[in-house]
């Protein structure tokens, strides 16, 4: 699926951040416990390579507490890394937030610790930071880009924050992240067609969570196929049309919202071994678009020199 919703905003915000980062002394990046990867913008792991890094698996209630802790051990392998699985929406994690950055980050006397906030569309990074202020301070909603600027929070215990907007990347390499970070909502809905996205989920969920999907849907037999499973639940929940057609579009949008709410249990969708073989792909498909992309160019310029020649 390729996915094209890159707002002028996040254009601007990466400008912005570029000229920050000079004066930040340590980065948090919020994810998302369910797609640690996939909600992991490689522009912003481009600039913060030499700065110590938290990384946040936010909505861990939502994911895998067994592939959560994979992952935690997978970041933390890489240098002036540490991370810390969190559910914001119904704990406070602040102290032990704090206690992390003044440990990675010792603070300079008479100076303040500038620590930069980011996260895509949708992860919990304003909830993060309305957590560590006492008080709510940056706008949040549980839908994508609802921060649209830059602003510094003074935490008056010699932290200050930046907040960033959620930023996307102008160009998803890897098919299916851009599928994991519609299930998952980090993408505006108008963006995506839910029935592409719940196709994407429910082949996915009877391959890894059949278990979960019997629970949930009460089913005798586990359907064979990603359309008959969404036919059984929109038979299940009424989502029908005149003559008993299942109506697909009303059903998906069923099944991804109670997929992004929990409501069909605790689900991660990639692993690390699973994103190494995925981005070997990504390396074929990006080589042979090179190798097509030189031979146009090739065969423009021969084109060109034989149309000079011949004017001759």
């Known amino acids: 699926m390729s996915i094209h919703w890159y707002p002028g905003h996040m254009h601007k915000a990466s400008n912005e951040m570029i000229e920050a980062l000079p004066l930040v002394n340590l980065v948090v990046e919020v994810l998302d416990a369910r797609i640690p990867f996939s909600s992991s913008n490689p522009f912003i792991q481009g600039l913060v390579t030499d700065k110590p890094c938290i990384k946040i698996l936010n909505k861990c209630d939502l994911a895998d507490p067994e592939l959560t802790k994979v992952w935690q051990d997978y970041y933390e392998q890489q240098d002036n890394t540490k991370t810390m699985a969190l559910d914001l929406q119904h704990f406070d994690p602040s102290k032990q937030v704090i206690d992390l950055i003044n440990k990675l980050s010792p603070q300079k006397e008479g ?40 602003q510094k929070i003074n935490l008056r215990n010699g932290i200050m924050l930046l907040d960033t907007p959620g930023i996307l ?68 929940r009424g989502c029908l049309r005149g003559g008993g057609q299942v109506d697909l579009e009303r059903v998906s949008t069923i099944f991804i919202n109670e997929l992004r709410a929990g409501t069909l249990g605790a689900i991660t969708f990639e ?24 031979i146009r160019l090739e065969k423009t310029a021969a084109r060109r020199r034989k149309a000079k020649a011949n004017r001759k």
């Open 111 to 150: 100076r303040n610790t500038l620590v930069m906030v980011t996260g895509i569309p949708n992860v919990g990074k304003s909830s993060l930071i309305n957590s560590l202020a006492g008080r709510h301070i940056a706008k949040t909603g549980n839908e994508p880009a609802v921060t649209k600027g830059q």
């Open 169 to 236: 990347w102008p160009k998803i390499e890897n098919p299916n992240s851009s599928y994991r970070l519609a299930t998952t909502g980090a993408i505006k809905n108008t963006a995506v067609s839910y029935e592409d996205v719940a196709f994407f989920a429910a082949e996915f969920l009877l391959q890894k969570y059949p278990k979960l999907l019997q629970e949930r849907f009460k089913f005798s037999t586990l359907p064979q196929s990603e359309i008959e499973l969404l036919e059984i639940i929109g038979a299940q």
């Open 271 to 294: 692993t690390p071994d699973v994103i190494d073989i995925e981005m070997q792909q990504v390396e074929v498909l990006r080589a042979e678009k090179e190798e097509r992309e030189k």
